[in-house]
């Protein structure tokens, strides 16, 4: 596995419902980012943090980060059945080393 | 669609071959990634091109091999493939390096199968 990790590793929710999925990591990090990506397709960008930012927002995302704690957080409200997808975390380091985690697999029940 | 290219779409091959894949990035983006994914083995960077020059290497095999061209344009070659080496590989490309906070816009991949 990825030197990144995710939990959970698979939520169900209904729509309408928040979901929260939790990111580590182990080295030092110039910045934090999240992906999308819908079945057998590619991964699509979602929201940047960099390591001197604590939260940040856009649209119904909220992410966190912790560098203490080296973990972070993206939260998704109001849930819509088009969320269902797989999200990932990658962390990259100075040295230009993307590394992603191993995924949290959302699934939204309409 | 994320302006990044990737070709072929599906390729299937047998054991020992060598393959191509090929990847034109954004208009503008100087870098390059290539990532595979494996159910097994998740999201794995093989390797960095940055305007022609290797930038990062991960966790490449030495039977893969890559090259980015004058072009921008790169190709990842595979050789003595293994049933092991079947996946998706992923190309991406950003403006600039990763460490300078630019976002990686991915193709839509390519699955190698290697029967």
């Known amino acids: 596995s990825q030197q990144g990790e995710e939990d959970p590793q698979a939520l169900s929710i209904q729509e309408g419902e928040n979901a929260t999925m939790n990111c580590s990591y182990k080295t030092s990090i110039n910045n934090l980012q999240w992906y999308r990506q819908n079945s057998g397709r590619g991964l699509v960008h979602l929201i940047l943090i960099r390591s001197n930012e604590r939260e940040k927002h856009s649209g119904r995302l909220r992410v966190t980060l912790d560098t203490s704690k080296k973990s972070s957080s993206l939260l998704i409200t109001a849930s819509r059945a088009a969320d269902t997808a797989s999200y990932f975390c990658?962390?990259?380091?100075?040295?230009?080393?993307?590394?992603f985690g191993d995924g949290t697999t959302l699934t939204v029940k309409p | 669609d994320s302006g990044v290219t990737q070709t072929p779409k599906h390729l299937i091959t047998a054991t020992g071959q060598r393959v191509t894949l090929r990847c034109s990035p954004r208009?503008?983006?100087?870098?390059v990634y290539w990532y595979q994914q494996s159910l097994d083995q998740g999201l794995q960077f093989l390797i960095q091109?940055?305007?022609?020059?290797?930038?990062a290497k991960g966790n490449i095999l030495e039977r893969f091999s890559a090259q980015q061209f004058p072009d921008l344009h790169s190709e990842l070659n595979l050789s003595s493939l293994e049933l092991g080496d079947s996946a998706l590989y992923f190309c991406?490309?950003?403006?600039?390096?990763?460490?300078?906070?630019?976002?990686?816009?991915f193709g839509a991949g390519t699955r190698l199968s290697v029967l």
């Open positions: 991406a490309s950003s403006v600039g390096i990763l460490a300078g906070g630019n976002i990686q816009y």
């Open positions: 990658a962390h990259n380091t100075n040295a230009g080393k993307s590394t």
């Open positions: 208009s503008g983006d100087l870098s």
């Open positions: 091109y940055y305007n022609g020059e290797e930038r």
